[in-house]
C-alpha cells in the first residue's frame, strides 16, 4: 500500500492497488469486476491498463456498506424464519440470539457429511498404457 501526505492539510492518504485488495480486503478480481457491473465500487483514482488504484478510505467504505446490506439480509431471513414459530419458540429464539449476540459466542460450525463414492476397479485399462498382451 502506497501512503502519500495530502499537501493542504498534511493528513496521509492511502492507495490500495489490486493486490492489496485481494490479500487485505479480500475482494478478487472477479468480486470487484462483479461489483463494479452493479455500480457499487468505488472509482479508481488510477487507472493502468491491467489495474486500477483505489483510495482507502473509499474501500473501507465500500466494505462498511456491503457488511451492512449483508447483515440487513441476514436480519430480514431470519425475521421471515421466526415467522412461522410459535410464540413460545419464537421467544425462545429471540433469547439465544439476544445471548449469543450479547456474550459474543461463536455459533457453531456446520459439520459436512463425508461421502463416499464408488472406485473403479484397480484394474488396468486397454489402450491406455496397461499392460495389453503380457
Known amino acids: 500500500m502506497q501512503t502519500l501526505d495530502c499537501p493542504r ?3 496521509p492518504i492511502r492507495f490500495v492497488g489490486p493486490g492489496e ?3 487485505e480486503y479480500g475482494l478478487a478480481p472477479n468480486s470487484v469486476t462483479h461489483y463494479k457491473g452493479t455500480g457499487r465500487f468505488p472509482k479508481a483514482v ?3 491498463q ?3 488504484v483505489y483510495l ?3 474501500i473501507l467504505k465500500f466494505k462498511s456498506d456491503k457488511l451492512s446490506r449483508d447483515l440487513g439480509g441476514v436480519v ?3 425475521m421471515n424464519d421466526m415467522k412461522h414459530l410459535t410464540p413460545d419458540d419464537r421467544s425462545q429464539a429471540r433469547k439465544l440470539l439476544e445471548e449469543r449476540l450479547l456474550n459474543g459466542d461463536e455459533p457453531p460450525k456446520p459439520t ?3 461421502t463416499t463414492r464408488k472406485r473403479g476397479s484397480s484394474s488396468p485399462r486397454k489402450g491406455k498404457g496397461g499392460l495389453e498382451g503380457a
Open 21 to 23: 485488495l485481494e490479500r
Open 9 to 11: 492539510c498534511g493528513k
Open 76 to 78: 430480514d431471513k431470519l
Open 46 to 48: 488510477l487507472e493502468y
Open 112 to 114: 459436512r457429511k463425508r
Open 50 to 52: 491491467k489495474a486500477h
Open 56 to 58: 482507502e478510505d473509499d
